[in-house]
């Protein structure tokens, strides 16, 4: 479990730090910029998803995201399954809107873009004033509700604006066979004991995966749980094409 202790200590020092980078996850800003003319650091941040995505799929939700070492804390509170499944699609009808209006203000207000990755920020930190304050506990507050109402990280499932652009880039990865970072499984060594299922922070039917012999699923954060909670080495890490 080593592996998960590195995981859990990189996710705490991620919402540690999240006063400083918040406004470089900022959905409001990106069309604020926009507007403007201006590429703000969550366009770029959100960019360098997409495209890392295509190379290690949701790995940053899993590792580094503030947002889901807020969500892991709160299972101290409230650790239950989500329901997932076709509720998956809410953070899409958010998303869609958003990216369309992002793009249309960038081809009204182009082609001369200014970047400013530091753009609303007091010497690259976020939270500064009290305004910076109230967005700050607005969106804790409205990621703590949805994990400890939704479930485990009900956030990620239902309102993260930033799983998109990954799941986007899982989705190329597979269509044109990319070498990229998955999850194997050997279904002759398993027992059935579905811990890999029971411990799945996203809430997945891992067990059913392993079954079928396709461990692939978009709303994997390869946190890796399931890897280290199987005693019979079932489900591997592998870099290659999926």
């Excluded at 947002?67 to 009808?93: A, F, H, M, N, P």
């Excluded at 652009?165 to 579905?194: H, Q």
Aim: charged letters at 15%; glycine letters at 8%.
């Amino acid at each position: 479990m080593k592996r998960q202790k590195i995981r859990k200590l990189i996710l705490l020092i991620s919402f540690l730090f999240f006063p400083i980078t918040l406004y470089y996850f900022s959905p409001y800003l990106v069309v604020v910029g926009a507007a403007k003319g201006i590429v703000v650091g969550s366009l770029i941040i959100f960019t360098l998803q997409l495209i890392t995505s295509l190379f290690f799929g949701r790995l940053f939700c899993g590792w580094i995201c503030p947002g889901g070492g807020v969500q892991e804390s709160c299972k101290q509170i409230v650790d239950k399954r989500t329901r997932g499944g076709k509720l998956d699609i809410i953070k899409y009808l958010i998303w869609v809107p958003w990216i369309s209006s992002i793009i249309f203000l960038l081809v009204k207000s182009g082609p001369n873009y200014q970047i400013n990755f530091l753009y609303e920020t007091s010497n690259g930190i976020s939270v500064y004033n009290i305004q910076s304050y109230i967005t700050f506990y607005g969106v804790l507050t409205l990621i703590v509700s949805l994990a400890i109402i939704g479930g485990r990280r009900g956030f990620c499932h239902y309102s993260c604006w930033m799983a998109p652009f990954m799941i986007m880039g899982n989705k190329a990865r597979e269509m044109f066979k990319i070498p990229s970072l998955n999850l194997v499984s050997d279904k002759s060594k398993c027992t059935g004991c579905k811990q890999c299922t029971k411990i799945c922070q996203m809430s997945l039917n891992v067990d059913g995966m392993v079954k079928v012999g396709k461990m692939y699923n978009s709303e994997c954060i390869y946190c890796f749980e399931c890897v280290d909670i199987c005693k019979n080495d079932v489900i591997n890490i592998k870099f290659g094409k999926m």
